[in-house]
């Protein structure tokens, strides 16, 4: 069934420790909501499953409250549900389809299931990206994919990790060091105040594949803290390990994100997901891309991690080609 347009849409994400809703118009964004959990999972050192679906339970109908209020909507206005089904934690993402459906079901309006890793993708919408063909680089907390958008809704993965996703790294290599949860920002962090060229840590190398690896890497940063540095890390050494270990975990990002820019003859490379926040990761493919005439995109901090906004853009995609 096709939906009438300007289409107003309440969107809904909740696949792992953020809880997030959005109201978006006609592509507009008119309201988005965000409640991260990272204060719950922090002492664990990372995400509690089942505390994690607990607690969207507990905020997801406040916020779906809040982003209407702050779109200046009701839900009778409202005239689609948009909401990941996945991947995720299991529990954690029944707690937004089971509220989607609902809703859908209760306001007689349209419900569209969004893939996660596409709705980082659909992130792209909010950062002028050109029309594809484009490239597509999506680097998360559980997945690391090079993707080859041949327009909206039409994709080829052409490489993936073959192991650890790069934002898994970034985690276990941060608690390997002692800098807490998530890994990412604090390897960030301390990777400004480090020396990157003090360790050498591998860089993956898988020939001409467009494929990922990181179980190598992080299996390093933990020899070289447990038996060359006898588990003794000064602050100075941490921050050391971290900018070592980011500048080799982003240079197979960079280099194969442009290689596949250059094989599949686009002019885009928009970057995606958690670890696209990256300010280091931000320069260099910046500046890789753009000796080879290929621009690069990223979202705004708040659209890398994980949003309700992009899951509206990509379930208003779908219905409007329904
Ligand atoms: O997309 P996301 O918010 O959730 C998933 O879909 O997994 O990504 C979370 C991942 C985590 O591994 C986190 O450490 C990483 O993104 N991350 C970063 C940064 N901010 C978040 N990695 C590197 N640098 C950052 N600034
Ligand atoms: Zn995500």
């Given at each position: ?6 289409l ?6 909740t ?31 990372g ?21 209407l209020?702050e ?7 409202l005239?689609?549900v ?5 991947p ?23 419900l569209?299931e ?7 993708l ?36 052409i ?11 970034f ?5 390997i ?8 920002p ?20 898988l020939?001409?594949?467009?494929d ?39 240079t197979?990002?960079?280099?194969n ?42 979202p705004?901090?708040?659209?890398s ?18």
């Amino acid at each position: 069934m096709g939906v009438k347009e300007p289409l107003t849409v309440l969107s809904i994400e909740t696949s792992c420790d953020e809880t997030a809703a959005a109201v978006i118009k006609d592509g507009k964004i008119l309201s988005e909501q965000v409640a991260s959990q990272i204060d719950i999972h922090k002492k664990f050192g990372g995400v509690v499953p089942e505390l994690a679906s607990r607690n969207h339970l507990k905020k997801l109908n406040l916020l779906i409250q809040s982003a209407l209020e702050e779109a200046g909507l009701e839900f009778n206005d409202l005239e689609a549900v948009a909401v990941t089904a996945g991947p995720g934690l299991e529990g954690s993402l029944l707690v937004g389809l089971t509220t989607a459906r609902t809703l859908a079901m209760l306001l007689d309006i349209e419900l569209v299931e969004v893939d996660h890793l596409e709705a980082h993708l659909f992130a792209a919408k909010f950062s002028d990206v050109p029309a594809p063909p484009g490239i597509g680089l999506v680097v998360s907390g559980g997945h690391t994919r090079l993707i080859y958008i041949k327009e909206w809704g039409n994709y080829e993965i052409i490489g993936r990790t073959r192991d650890d996703a790069a934002g898994e790294a970034f985690d276990k290599v941060a608690s390997i060091v002692g800098l807490g949860y998530p890994g990412g920002p604090a390897i960030e962090k301390a990777a400004r105040r480090g020396d990157g060229k003090r360790f050498k840590f591998p860089v993956s190398n898988l020939g001409d594949s467009l494929d990922f690896s990181y179980s190598g890497i992080k299996t390093s940063v933990l020899y070289k803290v447990k038996y060359d540095l006898k588990g003794e890390l000064s602050s100075r050494d941490a921050a050391d390990i971290a900018a070592s270990f980011q500048y080799a975990a982003l240079t197979p990002l960079v280099e194969n994100a442009v290689r596949a820019a250059l094989k599949y003859k686009t002019k885009w490379i928009f970057a995606g997901g958690g670890v696209s926040a990256n300010s280091a990761l931000k320069e260099r493919l910046t500046e890789a891309a753009t000796r080879e005439g290929i621009k690069a995109f990223f979202p705004a901090k708040s659209h890398s991690t994980d949003n309700a906004s992009m899951v509206g853009a990509c379930g208003a995609f779908y219905l409007r080609k329904s």
